[in-house]
């Protein structure tokens, strides 16, 4: 059994910052690329960012420059810091994982969500 736990959304106001994480738990022999999702009232899930097991990352044209991932491979944990934020980055925000089990297979998991809410 493998959980994502997302913490630390939350109301901001625009031009604030927040730190998104998200820990993963259970029977895990490793993990590969993490990310964060997006997805906002009326509107489909959209790619935020991820990053490989290695470091290399790949941010939405949306955030490139304002947002920043990274994780902790030795804590299986990822997290997303988010500057200057902007009323449009409202959204239910989703952690992502490609995870090996201990059976070996790759599975992809989801966390349950953590809101962020960019007003004034």
């Known amino acids: 059994q493998v959980q994502l736990v997302e913490s630390g959304g939350g109301l901001v106001q625009p031009g604030g910052s927040l730190r998104l994480s998200c820990a993963a738990s259970?029977?895990?022999?490793?993990?590969?690329?993490m990310g964060w999702y997006r997805q906002a009232p009326g509107k489909q899930r959209e790619l935020v960012a991820t990053?490989?097991?290695?470091?290399?990352?790949n941010y939405a044209d949306s955030v490139k420059g304002r947002f920043t991932i990274s994780r902790d491979n030795a804590k299986n944990t990822v997290a997303l810091q988010m500057n200057s934020l902007i009323p449009e980055d409202t959204a239910v925000y989703y952690c992502?994982?490609?995870?090996?089990?201990?059976?070996?297979?790759?599975?992809?998991?989801w966390g349950q969500g953590t809101q962020v809410t960019v007003s004034s």
């Open positions: 992502n994982a490609d995870i090996y089990i201990p059976s070996l297979h790759l599975r992809n998991y």
């Open positions: 259970g029977s895990i022999v490793s993990i590969n690329t």
């Open positions: 990053i490989t097991r290695g470091g290399s990352t």
